[in-house]
């Protein structure tokens, strides 16, 4: 037997990831498409299919500045500093590029209630989007990374 393979490409037939899911940063309906590669013994099939992806309740309407006090500094270089509202439990700070492929998580430290500092000196320059996740949901912000 062999193996089933979803690979994912965006509308520029960029490769942004592999796998049955595709976790991207979409703010609007975007297209995408499914490459299947299906193998059974000797015999392979393959296929590419568009997708398009309809986002219901879009991440701009998750308004930051209810989440996010201040993002700093922005361009940032090395360390990005974001403040956040008092008593919000964060689970996650998320990397996603300009064309809405999440990178990685990204390590963190509280330095004070409410108060991190994010390790970036490892990005490029160019503009990412800072999805943080939360107890109680998610927002998005940009932000430059400049070098």
């Not at 209810?66 to 919000?88: F, R």
């Not at 330095?111 to 800072?130: K, R």
């Amino acid at each position: 037997d062999g193996g089933d393979t979803l690979r994912w490409f965006n509308e520029d037939l960029e490769f942004v990831g592999q796998g049955d899911t595709l976790e991207v940063l979409v703010n609007f309906t975007q297209n995408f498409f499914v490459e299947s590669v299906i193998e059974r013994g000797d015999k392979r099939c393959e296929a590419l299919q568009p997708v398009e992806v309809f986002v219901k309740n879009p991440l701009s309407q998750f308004d930051p500045e209810k989440v996010i006090s201040k993002i700093y500094p922005n361009p940032a270089n090395e360390l990005l500093m974001v403040q956040l509202k008092q008593g919000l439990q964060v689970e996650s700070f998320e990397l996603f590029d300009v064309n809405g492929r999440r990178l990685q998580s990204l390590p963190f430290e509280e330095q004070a209630s409410g108060n991190y500092s994010l390790f970036i000196e490892q990005f490029s320059s160019g503009v990412y989007s800072l999805r943080i996740r939360h107890a109680d949901g998610l927002v998005a912000a940009p932000f430059v990374i400049a070098r």
